[in-house]
């Protein structure tokens, strides 16, 4: 038996908006993160699987029991699973630790172990109106996990934040999962804030799930080109182009085009294929430089640096990392 197993759900929308057949399951303390572009249907789903919106079809089962909609049940959710919305609020002007306080049930020793971990020790005696956005999110964080979820959902957690406060947040997130003993799944529009932390990733577009797997297959081995640019930057070039470029496609392969990396593009003293540099442009720890090679145009990723355009070398693609589409 799954922690949580979610099957066949579907749901209709006014706006002719539908979740179609949703199934997946995750593991106690698996990592999940549902991406998508905005409108995808991550929100809705995160809501269903938390019993605030009623599915048409389907069933969400936590822990072995049937999580009951709200046309079901008086008070809508489930004890077990919290919820933190990324349209969430505070009270205006009390104290942090007046509006940790009426949600708390920990001792005192577990709460400061809490508001540790969610570093907002030192925000207590501030009011809510003082906060940034990234300390209001961390603060609506704890005061849901003072009830002891087991399950905590996370709708668009990074959205709005600057980088620091990003990674503080991935931070108080593996703490969460370690330290308090928490399974996360959370939503995100943009899906590289969650491939340095999730365990397992679900794709979704126009409310179907595309592809589930690792961080790793997801990147490497897209099913789509949406998919693709989902998870970073791309060189999408013509089937007929494989063997200028070194590469057999496999038989079975629908043979339409050729999905490649810029960092699966290297570059070699000899014995490589003959390019010419376009553009070099500066990333701190890497350069980005576009190329042609005949008739085809690249863009690689390299450390080495004083390129300049019209400036010849030899490029080689990494023929395991290459994806056939």
């Given at each position: 038996?799954?922690?949580?197993d979610?099957?066949?759900?579907?749901?209709?929308?006014?706006?002719?908006?539908?979740?179609?057949?949703?199934?997946?399951?995750?593991?106690?303390?698996?990592?999940?993160?549902?991406?998508?572009?905005t409108?995808?249907?991550?929100?809705?789903?995160?809501?269903?699987?938390a019993?605030?919106?009623?599915?048409?079809?389907?069933?969400?089962?936590?822990?072995?029991?049937?999580?009951?909609?709200?046309?079901?049940?008086?008070?809508?959710?489930?004890?077990?699973?919290?919820?933190?919305?990324?349209?969430?609020e505070?009270?205006?002007?009390?104290?942090?630790?007046?509006?940790?306080?009426?949600?708390?049930?920990?001792?005192?020793e577990?709460?400061?172990?809490?508001?540790?971990?969610?570093?907002?020790?030192?925000?207590?005696?501030?009011?809510?109106?003082?906060?940034?956005?990234?300390?209001?999110?961390?603060?609506?964080?704890?005061?849901?996990?003072?009830?002891?979820?087991?399950?905590?959902?996370?709708?668009?957690p990074?959205?709005?934040?600057?980088?620091?406060?990003?990674?503080?947040?991935?931070?108080?997130?593996?703490?969460?999962?370690?330290?308090?003993?928490?399974?996360?799944?959370?939503?995100?529009?943009d899906?590289?804030?969650?491939?340095s932390?999730?365990?397992?990733?679900?794709?979704?577009?126009?409310?179907?799930?595309?592809?589930?797997?690792?961080?790793?297959?997801?990147?490497?081995q897209?099913?789509?080109?949406?998919?693709?640019?989902?998870?970073?930057?791309?060189?999408?070039?013509?089937?007929?182009?494989?063997?200028?470029?070194?590469?057999?496609?496999?038989?079975?392969?629908?043979?339409?085009?050729?999905?490649?990396?810029?960092?699966?593009?290297?570059?070699?003293?000899?014995?490589?294929?003959a390019?010419?540099?376009?553009?070099?442009?500066?990333?701190?720890?890497?350069?980005?430089?576009?190329?042609q090679?005949?008739?085809?145009?690249?863009?690689?990723?390299?450390?080495?640096?004083?390129?300049?355009?019209?400036?010849?070398?030899?490029?080689?693609?990494?023929?395991e990392?290459?994806?056939?589409?």
């Amino acid at each position: 038996m799954a922690f949580l197993d979610v099957t066949d759900i579907c749901k209709q929308q006014q706006d002719g908006f539908a979740l179609q057949h949703i199934s997946f399951s995750q593991k106690e303390f698996q990592k999940v993160a549902i991406a998508g572009e905005t409108g995808s249907g991550k929100s809705t789903l995160l809501k269903i699987i938390a019993g605030l919106v009623q599915p048409d079809s389907g069933s969400v089962f936590f822990e072995g029991e049937k999580v009951i909609g709200p046309e079901e049940k008086l008070v809508a959710g489930h004890p077990g699973i919290s919820y933190l919305s990324q349209h969430y609020e505070l009270p205006h002007s009390l104290r942090v630790e007046q509006v940790l306080r009426y949600a708390n049930t920990f001792s005192g020793e577990e709460a400061e172990k809490l508001y540790e971990i969610c570093r907002i020790s030192h925000l207590l005696q501030r009011k809510t109106n003082q906060l940034s956005g990234g300390e209001k999110q961390r603060i609506a964080l704890a005061r849901l996990l003072s009830g002891s979820p087991e399950l905590l959902l996370l709708d668009e957690p990074f959205s709005n934040l600057d980088m620091v406060h990003k990674k503080v947040l991935k931070s108080v997130l593996h703490a969460i999962g370690e330290e308090l003993g928490v399974t996360c799944l959370l939503t995100s529009h943009d899906p590289l804030d969650t491939l340095s932390w999730a365990d397992e990733i679900l794709v979704m577009r126009a409310g179907s799930l595309l592809q589930q797997g690792t961080p790793k297959q997801i990147y490497q081995q897209p099913e789509s080109e949406y998919i693709a640019g989902l998870f970073g930057d791309y060189n999408l070039v013509a089937s007929e182009s494989a063997a200028i470029l070194g590469l057999t496609p496999d038989s079975k392969s629908i043979k339409k085009s050729i999905l490649i990396r810029p960092e699966s593009i290297k570059i070699t003293p000899e014995d490589g294929i003959a390019a010419t540099i376009l553009q070099s442009r500066y990333f701190g720890s890497y350069h980005e430089v576009d190329v042609q090679a005949g008739n085809i145009s690249l863009t690689l990723r390299t450390d080495r640096a004083n390129f300049a355009a019209g400036d010849t070398l030899c490029v080689q693609v990494v023929a395991e990392e290459v994806r056939f589409l």
